[in-house]
């Protein structure tokens, strides 16, 4: 081996020497272990959950007739209650005139029906109570509007006192006769507390006056073509007729009929109840006396919202009075409206 290659041989063997020297006095390094966080399940998305619709109610309102516009004023005021509150109203009433065969026909059909509510104007006092006990037993609700009821349970009565409220119209015909002068007086129908009530109230205040004679008192069954027919048979019996009473508008209406085709009407007071548009179209020209508002919207009204207290757990009262007003040349425009 040459002198150059020995020398190149005992450098390299130094470097390799002292290489693993340095390398065994180097401080060991300790890989860190770095914890893994256990992965969290993931929970699933938690919904609101949707409160279920409640459910449409749905009331109805079983008057006496159709062919009397207070029926109808009450129709109407429902109606719009009904779009106010988001009910659904039924409007029924029998296709004859204060039929109790057909009413109670139609209150049980709703009792089939299952509607959550009923307020019923009733055509016969006594006659409808055995239909509103089925609805009791049945669970539905009813409420009384305009008429009384003889029994049966319900969730209260809302109306006028018929009685003071045709007291009222009678002592206002009598002082219009001066307390004196002979009468007659219309009816309403049979059976109807309605009719009961206001009949009383008029033999109550005429028997108070010496000098007012009552000719006759007839039933016109709330109804102008039935008013007409017997006021022309009375005009016939009864030469001279100071003033003719009425049960409701209708019957006046009637009576005014009657009384203008025999020439008659200009000596003859009529006094209505109701506060119809035609009634008070008659008041505005002079050829009926006086009228009586009963305000039919609140009677409407009044007997739907007690119902729908109730179905929410309300406090109801039993007794819904409601304000009676006369009504006559002094006051009468301000019913213009009832009149578009």
Not at 78 to 92: D, M, S, V
Not at 112 to 122: A, E, H, T
Not at 191 to 215: E, F, S
């Amino acid at each position: 081996m040459t002198m150059k290659r020995r020398v190149l041989y005992l450098c390299l063997s130094a470097m390799l020497v002292l290489g693993t020297v340095l390398s065994a006095c180097a401080p060991q390094v300790t890989p860190t272990a770095v914890p893994v966080q256990p992965t969290k399940a993931v929970e699933p998305t938690k919904v609101a959950a949707t409160a279920a619709p409640s459910k449409k109610l749905t009331l109805a309102l079983v008057t006496k007739a159709l062919d009397n516009p207070f029926w109808g004023y009450m129709h109407d005021a429902a109606t719009k209650l009904a779009a106010e509150k988001g009910f659904e109203l039924i409007y029924l009433a029998p296709t004859k005139a204060n039929n109790l065969e057909e009413q109670t026909r139609l209150v049980d059909d709703l009792i089939q029906k299952k509607v959550d509510g009923i307020v019923l104007v009733p055509v016969d006092t006594k006659g409808m109570v055995a239909a509103v006990e089925r609805a009791n037993a049945a669970g539905v609700p009813v409420a009384i509007s305009n008429t009384r009821l003889a029994g049966g349970k319900i969730v209260t009565f809302a109306a006028i006192e018929n009685y003071d409220a045709m007291t009222l119209v009678t002592e206002y015909m009598v002082k219009k006769l001066g307390e004196k002068g002979k009468v007659i007086i219309l009816e309403g129908t049979a059976g109807a507390q309605t009719a009961i009530d206001r009949k009383r109230a008029q033999d109550d205040v005429l028997k108070k006056y010496p000098n007012i004679t009552v000719l006759a008192s007839q039933t016109a069954e709330f109804s102008r073509a039935t008013a007409l027919q017997v006021m022309e048979n009375l005009l016939q019996t009864y030469p001279e007729i100071a003033a003719v009473v009425c049960g409701n508008d209708e019957e006046a209406l009637g009576a005014i009929e009657a009384l203008k085709a025999a020439n008659r009407l200009d000596k003859t007071l009529v006094a209505g109840f109701d506060a119809n548009a035609d009634a008070l179209k008659a008041v505005m020209e002079g050829r009926m006396a006086v009228t009586c508002d009963q305000r039919p919207d609140l009677q409407a009204n009044q007997a739907l919202q007690a119902i729908l207290d109730q179905l929410a757990g309300k406090t109801v009262e039993a007794r819904t009075k409601i304000t009676a007003t006369l009504v006559d040349k002094a006051n009468v425009d301000q019913y213009a409206y009832r009149l578009k």
